[in-house]
Each structure stands twice: as C-alpha cells, then as structure tokens.
C-alpha cells in the first residue's frame, strides 16, 4: 500500500474511530420515557445499530409490548477501516426484524428474532437501507456525528419522524440551521448536566484523564435531536431580568443591531428588538414565546459594516493577520472591566474589539 493510500486509510479509520461511540441504557430509556405516546402500532428503525452491542436495541426489543410497537428494524454498518475500532467484530453486516414476544417468555429471543444478512455494508444511504427506511415511521439512534449533516438530510427528505443523538454544534451547520428556523426540528429533553459519556473502547487514547472514566468517554454538548411533539417545546422560559435601566449589561454589537446575552437565563423579559444568544439557548426554545430571526455569522445576516481588523493573540497583541468583521462573527467594544483581552483592533481608529462566541439571533414575540 502506498504511503498516501494508507495515510487516507487512517484518516478513515480515525474518522470511525471517532463515530464508534455506543450510547448507555439508562441515558436511552431517560429521554425515550418523554415519547411514549408517539410509538403506539409504529414501526420503529435504529439504522446505525448492531444489535449485539445496541442499547437502542435493546431499549426497544424489552419494551415492544410496553409502548405497543408494531416492528422494530435494526441496521448494522460493517465497515472494515471503522470496525478495526468498533466493538463488534462481525463478519457481516446484518439486519433484523422483531414483531414481539410471540411465544410469551417476557423476553425478545433468538426464535423470535430474525438475522438477515444485508448485500452491501449496511450504509444508511445504501438502497436496501432506504427501502428498509421507507418501511419506518420512527428512526431512533445516534447516528455518526461526522455524517449528521446527510443522515438528518435523508430523514427530512424521506419525510420521517426521529428521535437522534447530535452535537450541539450542529445547531450552527448552515442546513441544521435552517430546519431548527422553520421549526422542522428543535431539540430533545437532554442528557444529564448536558453530557453524554458513551461506551468507548478507546477512551484512554482518546480523551483526556478527566473526561474519561473505565470504558466510557465523557462528550459534552451532546443533545437529542427531534420533530416529534414534547411538552417541553411548549414550556416558557421564565425571564426576571430588564434591559431597561441595565443597558450596560447588554452591550450591542457594533456589526449588527441587537444586544448581546452571554447566558440564556439572563434574556430580559422587557427587550422588543433583536437578541443575540448563545446556541444552548436551543434547549429551552419554545416556538410561542420567541422568534428565531438568523445565525450571527456571515451569510446569515448582513452585517452593519466592513471593518478591517488586526487579529490580536492571546496576550492582546498584534498577530501580524488581518479579518473583516472579526472573522465574519458579530463583535463588539472591549470592555476592560468584563474582556481579559481585546481580539481585534480596527486599523482605521485603533479602537479594540472582542469576539463573540455562535450567537442565534432571536426577538420575544411576547413584546
Ligand atoms: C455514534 S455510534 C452509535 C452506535 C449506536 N447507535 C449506539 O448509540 O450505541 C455510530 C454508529 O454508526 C455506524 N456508522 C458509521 N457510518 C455509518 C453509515 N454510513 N451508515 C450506517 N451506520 C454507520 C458506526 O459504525 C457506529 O456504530
């Protein structure tokens, strides 16, 4: 193999490696408790599952009957690169179909359950796994995080409800975005102190000391990704705090014609005009109370000016780079008493400038 061949065939299995992370029981049966209505006489798809080692398997397989499931498919990858990595080390990939405890010995066994092998890889874009798609009407999973953008692509575009596991971070991906604005998609009831640890294999070479715990890797700013209906999408947030009188507190940026919120618990409740809110805002969204208007970066909003800037390092000196609008995010004033350092200095005035981390841009729609 050639040295560029195998450096790709690493990055590929890196990129698995990084994929190969297997959610816990506990943190399935948490959040899936909050839907039970939704699955009566539903045919449920986990299509990122081996079912040897899926929770989401088993989660559904032991409460079939419970939620009154009508089938449950599962779907199993079998790549060669990302299996080096993965815990199941089958030969195959595999699909299975469960319809219920048919000989009534209270658990799904091996009689009742039946192993098929699939043709391909079982690739959720592969055409035996699009027709098994078509089949569902729920698709529960953690898919890989470096595919999220397609795997919630097909979901949208196949017209299916889910219930998936994601980064936060994919709140701020241009397509992401765009659904969570038209409210086809808004985040689930979470994970404890919103982190996950997920089984992992790999967790001493893969996280650091304090993120990492006996066969478990702790992921922060994991949530559950869905479009079916939860109570918790209608809940206000309660605001107790007020611009009016405390404007120092809310700086404006100096691109763009909203107020700055550093935590979403200090929204005020009396301010009419744009907000810019840190993307943890997501999980306390109620479509009634606020208005999504953009994202605060480039391409989502057009900006107030075109300043060329000096990037600034982390002592607050010249870098020797230059940006426009602080590498097209919004920004505003340094403040001294607030800022450690300033990020940007303007190259026309002098004046410096502090950055500003993913804000949603959003308006009360109460006011
Ligand atoms: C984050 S892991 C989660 C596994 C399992 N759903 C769970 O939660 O325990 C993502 C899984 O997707 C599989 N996978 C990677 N690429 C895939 C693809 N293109 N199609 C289907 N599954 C894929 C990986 O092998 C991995 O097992």
Redesign the pocket.
């Known amino acids: 193999m050639g040295q560029k061949n195998s450096n790709a065939n690493l990055k590929k299995a890196k990129t698995?490696k990084n994929?190969?992370?297997?959610?816990q029981l506990p943190d399935i049966e948490r959040e899936l408790g909050h839907y039970k209505e939704h699955f009566k006489d539903k045919v449920v798809f986990?299509?990122?599952?081996?079912p040897r080692?899926?929770?989401?398997f088993h989660y559904f397989s032991y409460n079939f009957e419970h939620l009154g499931l009508k089938k449950l498919i599962t779907?199993c990858?079998k790549?060669q690169e990302?299996?080096l990595f993965?815990q199941?080390n089958s030969e195959k990939a595999i699909y299975l179909e469960y319809v219920g405890d048919k000989n009534k010995n209270r658990v799904p066994d091996l009689s009742e359950i039946g192993i098929k092998h699939l043709k391909s890889d079982?690739?959720?874009?592969s055409k035996e796994c699009v027709e098994l798609l078509k089949e569902a009407d729920i698709v529960v999973?953690?898919?890989?995080?470096s595919?999220f953008r397609e795997y919630v692509a097909q979901l949208i575009e196949s017209d299916k409800k889910f219930i998936i596991?994601g980064h936060q971070n994919a709140i701020t991906y241009k397509e992401i975005f765009k659904l969570i604005k038209e409210n086809k998609i808004w985040l689930g009831y979470g994970f404890k102190g919103g982190a996950a640890h997920?089984?992992n294999s790999h967790y001493e070479d893969y996280a650091s000391a304090g993120d990492h715990k006996e066969g478990m890797i702790r992921v922060s700013g994991v949530n559950w990704f869905t479009n079916l209906e939860i109570n918790k999408r209608h809940e206000d947030l309660i605001l107790y705090k007020k611009y009016y009188g405390n404007e120092n507190e809310y700086p404006k940026y100096e691109n763009y014609n909203a107020i700055n919120i550093n935590k979403t618990k200090d929204i005020p409740m009396d301010y009419e005009g744009a907000m810019g809110v840190p993307i943890t805002f997501m999980d306390k969204y109620n479509p009634d109370q606020f208005k999504i208007i953009a994202l605060g970066i480039v391409g989502s909003i057009d900006f107030l000016n075109n300043r060329k800037m000096e990037i600034l390092d982390k002592e607050g000196q010249p870098a020797g780079k230059f940006t426009f609008n602080a590498k097209g995010t919004l920004y505003r004033k340094y403040n001294p008493k607030t800022d450690k350092t300033p990020a940007f200095k303007d190259c026309e005035n002098g004046d410096l400038y502090s950055s500003i981390y993913a804000r949603i841009i959003i308006k009360n729609k109460k006011i």
């Open positions: 698995g994929d190969e992370f297997y959610t986990c299509n990122c599952d081996d080692v899926s929770n989401f779907t990858y790549n990302i299996n993965s199941n079982g690739d959720f874009r999973t953690n898919p890989p995080f595919l596991i997920f089984i």
